[in-house]
């Protein structure tokens, strides 16, 4: 839910919630999925709003 709500640092929270609970689940590896898709969508936003003002 929290990723249709657009809250990504309670997403991280719940990751690291997560990983306290089951070491098992990699969630330093899905946390870094989540930022490294994050830093993509950012720079996608910014390169669309340069050929915007162009």
């Known amino acids: 839910a929290n990723k249709?709500?657009?809250n990504y640092e309670r997403a991280?929270?719940?990751f690291e919630a997560a990983?306290?609970?089951d070491p098992g689940l990699?969630?330093?590896e899905e946390v870094q999925k989540i930022?490294?898709?994050l830093?993509?969508?950012d720079n996608l936003l910014r390169?669309?709003?340069f050929s915007?003002?162009?």
Do not use: I, P, Q
């Open 19 to 21: 990983a306290l609970k």
């Open 4 to 6: 249709y709500l657009e």
């Open 26 to 28: 990699n969630a330093a």
């Open 52 to 54: 915007l003002v162009m």
């Open 35 to 37: 930022v490294n898709l």
């Open 12 to 14: 991280l929270s719940g």
């Open 39 to 41: 830093d993509k969508v």
């Open 47 to 49: 390169v669309m709003k």
